[in-house]
């Protein structure tokens, strides 16, 4: 059967149960657009492509699938570089499909020509441009194939005009030909055998996830064994819901905001067990100092992010559910002895430092952010889908929602990318359209990408956008305030919009709290609707966030106010 490249375009996603496509259209692709018309495939218009590539991201990382966005040649493709850098550094399985102007204009500077490959190659974790339509169907299944395997990735796929307007046969190959079991790692059983001697000898351990557990669906793995062995957890911005947050075993988050307790468990411990993290600085502060008495265990799936940063004891390389479950077996079939009266000691430890950090909100008649995302945790239950902006409104949801399961906290932590929260929320609410999503927004990231509203209330998504309205670029004016003099260099945001009537205009319900007292009501209210809501909270304008450690300090020198 001869088919278009077009067509063999859609049937090759529809063999990698696409169900789902975020994009926006141009000359280059005009083709894939007419056979997604007749398909009826779902496709999600967005109203910019940044929009649309965090909104393949967020659904990606709701879901744990690759998340598909397809968009033209020219300014549709550059416009999807910060999207793809943002996936990239957290590792999220994506598929980006750019169009390209046909191939024998490559290279002639002709209208909306971007070379994209060219662009995307440090940001991608592979890239494709497809000259002959006889490799498209291969190119697709492969493009999926790396998205997903080893440590997942966006991959881009640049799509000439004339290649999809060109017929070939269509073979239909199977996609299993590319399934990640061929090339899932052997895990090195004699090293998790070390590692359980490791621990067993242990005497004050602790475990700090990463993303990389969530990536593996590893986080029952974790709890597991963190609950038999009784060793307490701290997970990395992107680790945060891989461990129940209701657990008396959690730390929280470490590093630069992190919580006292999880920064002096890591520096008190005797051995650390980190899974599917990279030892950003953001969480090592000071690597010289960075869990000085601690032998280091590192699982993960990346054998290049071994002793990259900081240097181990111990490399595991393998999948982190293979891992802690082997590790688990172990420990159930050797009759773990856990020294208990150790054990007591330490966890009594960490409790103590649990109470010193303590610290009431100072009120002033100002609603605190903090409050807003406690109150936010206790009517969700800790079980919604939480997108953040990039910012303090980040920290602040990092610290203070309690995250009960994973794949629920989706936030811009490699690259730190401003405006990813509400279309990554979009694309959560797409997913699953009925669970509760809220983009957690500051008043200066939420006008990066505000443009979507229009695309959550056209698709009735009833995602909730919750501004911290501090009226200012608050993380930066923090540290202005902290390291420059409080000499406020363009952090103050004046003009910006009625952020109530703005989401009225453009079809959504928008509520306002001003006063302490109003911010659990408009939450209420805000949660009940199965509308687009944007709710806007005047916040304390000088709240900063704490603790902190400096950069480049040691994560011991916290500041806690
Ligand atoms: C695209 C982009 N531009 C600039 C920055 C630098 N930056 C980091 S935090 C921040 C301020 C964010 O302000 P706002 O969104 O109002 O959130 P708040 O910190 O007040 O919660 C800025 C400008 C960034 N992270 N991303």
């Known amino acids: 059967m001869k088919l278009k490249g077009a067509q063999i375009f859609i049937r090759s996603l529809i063999a990698e149960d696409v169900d789902t496509i975020f994009g926006y259209p141009g000359g280059a692709v005009l083709d894939i657009y007419d056979e997604i018309f007749k398909e009826r495939l779902r496709h999600i218009l967005v109203r910019h492509e940044q929009g649309g590539v965090h909104a393949a991201d967020g659904y990606a990382r709701a879901t744990g699938r690759v998340g598909v966005c397809l968009v033209t040649s020219g300014p549709g493709a550059t416009n999807t570089v910060t999207g793809i850098a943002t996936a990239y550094m957290d590792s999220i399985p994506m598929v980006v499909f750019t169009g390209q102007v046909a191939t024998p204009y490559i290279g002639t500077d002709a209208f909306q020509e971007a070379d994209i490959t060219g662009i995307t190659r440090p940001c991608t974790k592979h890239n494709f441009l497809v000259r002959r339509v006889e490799d498209l169907e291969q190119t697709v299944h492969e493009a999926f194939h790396i998205a997903r395997s080893g440590r997942p990735g966006p991959v881009l796929v640049d799509l000439p005009k004339d290649v999809m307007q060109a017929e070939t046969d269509y073979p239909a190959l199977s996609p299993s030909t590319f399934r990640d079991e061929e090339t899932a790692l052997h895990l090195d059983q004699d090293a998790i055998q070390r590692a359980y001697g490791m621990i067993k000898k242990s005497k004050r351990p602790v475990i700090m996830a990463g993303g990389g557990v969530i990536g593996a669906k590893a986080a029952e793995e974790l709890r597991s064994f963190a609950e038999s062995a009784r060793i307490p957890v701290t997970a990395t911005l992107m680790g945060i819901g891989g461990f129940p947050g209701t657990s008396p075993l959690w730390l929280g988050m470490p590093g630069m905001h992190g919580t006292y307790q999880a920064n002096m468990a890591v520096s008190h411990c005797d051995l650390l067990v980190v899974a599917g993290a990279r030892f950003s600085d953001r969480v090592t502060g000071k690597t010289a100092t960075f869990a000085p008495k601690a032998k280091i265990i590192q699982i993960d799936i990346d054998a290049a992010s071994i002793d990259k940063v900081v240097r181990t004891e111990l490399p595991v390389v393998g999948d982190a559910k293979q891992a802690l479950a082997f590790l688990n077996t172990l420990l159930a079939n050797n009759h773990f002895y856990l020294p208990e009266e150790e054990r007591k000691a330490w966890l009594g430890e960490i409790a103590q430092w649990k109470t010193e950090a303590r610290r009431p909100l100072r009120r002033n008649g100002t609603i605190k952010p903090q409050e807003v995302i406690r109150t936010l945790s206790?009517?969700?239950?800790?079980?919604?889908?939480?997108?953040?902006?990039?910012?303090?409104?980040?920290?602040?949801?990092?610290?203070?929602?309690?995250?009960?399961?994973?794949?629920?906290?989706?936030?811009?932590?490699?690259?730190?990318?401003?405006?990813?929260?509400?279309?990554?929320?979009?694309?959560?609410?797409?997913?699953?359209?009925?669970?509760?999503?809220?983009?957690?927004?500051?008043?200066?990231?939420?006008?990066?990408?505000?443009?979507?509203?229009?695309?959550?209330?056209?698709?009735?998504?009833?995602?909730?956008?919750?501004?911290l309205n501090n009226g200012h670029l608050g993380m930066v004016r923090q540290w202005q305030e902290l390291f420059y003099g409080k000499r406020y260099s363009h952090t103050v945001l004046t003009k910006s919009p009625d952020f109530v009537k703005l989401a009225e205009s453009y079809g959504a319900v928008g509520l306002r709290a001003d006063k302490p007292e109003e911010v659990e009501p408009v939450l209420t209210q805000g949660l009940s609707l199965r509308e687009t809501v944007v709710m806007d909270f005047t916040v304390d304008q000088e709240e900063s966030v704490y603790p902190m450690v400096n950069p480049g300090a040691s994560i011991t020198e916290m500041r806690l106010y």
């Open 378 to 467: 206790d009517l969700t239950g800790g079980d919604a889908i939480i997108a953040t902006e990039v910012g303090q409104n980040q920290m602040w949801t990092a610290q203070h929602y309690c995250f009960t399961r994973p794949n629920t906290f989706l936030s811009s932590g490699g690259l730190g990318t401003m405006g990813y929260g509400f279309p990554a929320a979009i694309g959560a609410q797409v997913a699953f359209p009925e669970r509760t999503v809220i983009d957690i927004a500051g008043d200066g990231s939420i006008q990066m990408n505000i443009q979507e509203l229009a695309t959550a209330v056209n698709y009735r998504l009833p995602v909730k956008v919750i501004i």
